[in-house]
């Protein structure tokens, strides 16, 4: 079992930043890559950004340019910055963690997944 704790959510005004940082414990041997996906009030759980134990990220197209995933295998946490919010982008934001699919933006409930970090971005 692998266990994601995430942190750095908040309320931030629009133009802000935030850094969301999430970190894995348990059986981190059996992750490949580890992303963030987000989910507004009503609607279905979207992908945002995702990267792998080597470096390779992938980005939802509409996140590129703002928000930068990064990892630090040293410390099995996953980092994602974000600048120049909208309040479009208040979500819970959720980490997960798992194979390919992770990375590709297609997790499902089979992968492994923290509680989530509420993010409120304020116009």
């Known amino acids: 079992q692998v266990r994601l704790e995430e942190s750095g959510g908040g309320l931030v005004q629009a133009g802000g930043s935030l850094r969301l940082s999430c970190v894995a414990s348990?059986?981190?041997?059996?992750?490949?890559?580890m992303g963030w996906y987000r989910q507004h009030p009503g609607k279905q759980r979207e992908f945002v950004a995702a990267i792998t134990t080597r470096g390779t990220s992938n980005y939802a197209d509409s996140m590129k340019g703002r928000f930068t995933i990064s990892g630090d295998n040293a410390k099995n946490t996953v980092y994602l910055q974000m600048i120049s919010l909208k309040p479009e982008d208040t979500a819970v934001y959720y980490c997960a963690a798992g194979g390919w699919e992770v990375l590709s933006g297609r997790a499902s409930a089979g992968d492994y997944w923290g509680q989530g970090t509420q993010v409120t971005v304020s116009s």
């Open positions: 348990g059986s981190i041997f059996s992750i490949n890559a």
